[in-house]
């Protein structure tokens, strides 16, 4: 944990959450750096409305084909 930075408390769908923990494990990445990442391009690239959205169901899709595949290797 950054040293001098508050622990916030959002809402993200689990399957979402696996799938970025996996990922960022896969990649030796630490989650809250990737979302620290995110929320700086967000705010610097002034990003719009629509485009989240867009990026919404991309990434509810790719949570979604994750979880699949976690369930396959599993069974």
């Known amino acids: 944990m950054s040293k001098g930075t508050k622990?916030?408390?959002v809402r993200i769908d689990d399957a979402l959450w696996d799938?970025?923990?996996?990922?960022?494990?896969?990649?030796?990445?630490n989650l809250s750096e990737i979302i620290r990442g995110a929320l700086t391009e967000y705010v610097?690239?002034?990003l719009k409305r629509?485009?989240?959205?867009?990026?919404?169901?991309h990434a509810d899709k790719t949570a979604s084909i994750v979880a699949s595949a976690c369930n396959t290797k599993t069974s």
């Open 50 to 57: 629509d485009t989240m959205t867009t990026g919404r169901k």
């Open 7 to 9: 622990v916030r408390t």
């Open 19 to 29: 799938a970025a923990q996996a990922k960022a494990a896969e990649q030796g990445e």
């Open 44 to 46: 610097s690239t002034g």
